[in-house]
Nanobody
Framework: QVQLVESGGGSVQAGGSLRLSCAAS????????MGWFRQAPGKQRELVAV???????NYEDSVKGRFTISRDNAKNTVYLQMNSLKPEDTAVYYC?????????????WGQGTQVTVSS
């Protein structure tokens, strides 16, 4: 069973920065994709950014130019550097790992870490 442990959340004023980390452990197959999702109160969970094991990335439009996703494959860790934070970025952020065990697709989720941006 793959375990994902997230850290780095907290409270920050608008315009500030936070860096989220997510370390994965267990049997992880390559290629794979790791990503960050977020869920604000009363809203559906949405994709923030994803990165493949070959370092291809994709971002939700509202965070482009402000957030940067990266990963360390040797450590099975993904990061999300969040700059110029806005109150609308306030949400619980979840790390996700998607890989393939043979023909079976697998997705694993972290416990979530709270990000609060005040104005």
């Amino acid at each position: 069973q793959v375990q994902l442990v997230e850290s780095g959340g907290g409270s920050v004023q608008a315009g500030g920065s936070l860096r989220l980390s997510c370390a994965a452990s267990g049997v992880i197959f390559r290629p794979n994709t790791m990503g960050w999702f977020r869920q604000a109160p009363g809203k559906q969970r949405e994709l923030v950014a994803v990165i493949t094991s070959s370092s291809n990335t994709n971002y939700e439009d509202s965070v482009k130019g402000r957030f940067t996703i990266s990963r360390d494959n040797a450590k099975n860790t993904v990061y999300l550097q969040m700059n110029s934070l806005k109150p609308e970025d306030t949400a619980v952020y979840y790390c996700e790992l998607h890989d393939h065990d043979g023909m079976r697709q697998r997705s694993y989720w972290g416990q979530g870490t709270q990000v609060t941006v005040s104005s």
